[in-house]
């Protein structure tokens, strides 16, 4: 008799209490924190701790030039602008994404073009991207999602020769490497968020780096209006410095709990998760941690959902794509059949329970199998 979630039998959740807490408040954050309101520093527009955190970022990421502003979101705006795009132009970006990144693209008056991500995973296909381009292509957005990093190189072979500039929107991987190099070295520019939820967090702001001075220069002359338009406080940098020393360490624990988890997603045949063997030579930065249901399944997602989310597991729907979207917003390529069936199957695990300890890890592994289970059973019985 396979055991039933508890939480269903009306039970606690056997989990957790909840989901472990983020972002976590720690004593370096405290004195940074205490620093800048005993030196005064807090109540200047740019100063001190701005200045530190320009430098640390371009160390951290090893891109040269950088601009703070509010939000990641913002952040993919500046380094469309930045890189030229212009209304009128075509901007390719995957089917799917980041809600925000079709919308920056329109924000500019440019058009998005969709291409398909890989088979079971999220990630642009490079293969389709040939396809995409037209003589108003000007840039290309891609994103390193869920774990998984973009095949950037291949994308720059193609485009470079044409013309086309990448940027690569790194707002959920900070610090993550692919073959060896750190992801938002290939493209032209790198985006990053410091979203309440995100791996490095000041409630808010945004960043773009580029070894690129003119292109920062043009984001910067659109984002200043007598005054920065977009900015990131000095506060908010003084809540991230800390961070930012913890962040290679914090993303070793969380790529360690991922694969593991991983592991035992993989031996469930409804599920699947990434594969161990994609970070022999990479390291994940995990914002979200994938599950893709196999569309064949019996299991429907949002049952799935329910069940382990009564057990106290912070797993949710990825997101929903753009397939959909009408044909006068954007243009095709393809079936985008991928896509779709990404945004169809695909389950997030948050990030904060991958900081936690080994016996939490074996817990949630242990809900995951139980919860997987009853599922099945209970689509048979119906
Ligand atoms: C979160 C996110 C953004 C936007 O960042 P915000 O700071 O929330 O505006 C952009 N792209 C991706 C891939 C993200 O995950």
Redesign the pocket.
Known sequence: MNQLPLAIQGGAPTFLAGPPKWPVADDAIGKSIDQALVSGEWGIYEGELTARLHQQLQSEFQLDHSLLCS??????ELALRGVGVKAGDEVVLSAY??P??FRSIEAIGAVPVLVDVVANGWVMDHEKVVAAISKETSAILV?H?HGQAAEVDAIAEICRPRGIKIVE?V??SPGGRHQGKMLGLRGDVA?F???GS?LLTAG???AILSNDEAMIQRAKIFAHRGNDAFPLSQIQAALLLPQLKKLQVRNQRRQQSALKIADAVNRLSALSSVTRSAYEDSTGSF?KLPVLLDANSSIDRATFLDVIQAEGVALDIGFRGFAKRSKRRCRRVGSLSNAISAAENTMLLHHPILLTDDDQIERLIDAIERCYRYCLNTCLET
């Not at 939000?71 to 993919?76: A, L």
């Open positions: 939000s990641g979101t913002i952040s993919v994404d980041f925000g990144n994103s999602l929107d707002c959920q985006t968020s410091f979203g995100k808010r702001g945004g914002y």
